[in-house]
């Protein structure tokens, strides 16, 4: 139990365009989902934390307008990278959480982002 | 200074070693301590969690911490091919009660050899 899928696992997009990554619980509704971002050789950073049915809440440094977050239902969260640059280019990874269960992450497999 | 160290590797072992893994860290107001494996395209899972000092066994994993030194490892005993994943260590402080903001290290990818 307590698995977590994202779509697509990898996209390419063109600088200026937006894309949009999708986090899904598959056997457990998620309270709470958490993004991350990991660049080359760094450490996961957390981006935003989301409560289903709530605005995220975003990690200083974060641009809440460029980083779009949904976790419009207890099974799906998604982020939508808005007018991407090359430099968000990065492995994005989210994680659920069931408070009911505990307070355990369950991650996803991440995303691998390349913007040209 | 990066809040959570750890040497990225790779770590080469024959089977049946005795891993070490470990972080150091500089926050000194870090409480809760995880170790996580991951597998190539896999997320993350949690192995094991310790809160302050100690040690903690589950089977071959042993995980320590040493609050004073601001060091702690993962040990894993008679290493087996299946345990060649990239091992994570993550923390949060005492406020973070419902351990929402964790600060992850870099992970070690480890390789164990038939």
């Known amino acids: 139990g307590a698995v977590v899928s994202q779509h697509p696992s990898w996209v390419i997009c063109k600088s200026g365009t937006s894309v949009k990554i999708e986090c899904r619980s598959l056997d457990f509704q998620a309270t709470t989902m958490f993004w991350y971002r990991q660049f080359p050789k760094q450490s996961l950073m957390l981006m935003a934390t989301?409560?289903?049915?709530?605005?995220?809440?975003?990690e200083q440094g974060v641009e809440k307008d460029k980083f779009l977050i949904n976790h419009a239902s207890l099974t799906l969260s998604t982020l939508t990278v808005t007018i991407a640059h090359p430099e968000d280019s990065s492995f994005y990874i989210c994680s659920a959480r069931d408070f009911r269960r505990g307070d355990e992450q369950y991650f996803g497999p991440g995303t691998r982002l390349t913007v040209t | 200074q990066k809040e959570v160290e750890q040497d990225p590797g790779p770590l080469s072992v024959p089977e049946g070693a005795i891993v070490s893994l470990n972080c150091t860290y500089s926050n000194s107001a870090f409480q809760y301590f995880m170790w996580y494996r991951q597998y190539s395209r896999k997320g993350p899972e949690l192995l094991m969690y310790t809160y302050s000092s100690g040690n903690k066994e589950d089977g071959r994993f042993t995980a320590q911490v040493d609050k004073s030194s601001k060091y702690i490892s993962l040990f894993i005993r008679d290493s087996q091919p299946s345990d060649s994943a990239t091992y994570l260590c993550?923390?949060?402080?005492?406020?973070?009660?419902?351990?929402?903001?964790?600060?992850f290290g870099t992970g070690t990818r480890l390789l164990v050899s038939p």
């Open positions: 993550a923390m949060s402080d005492e406020e973070d009660t419902g351990f929402q903001k964790l600060v």
């Open positions: 989301s409560n289903e049915g709530s605005k995220a809440t975003y």
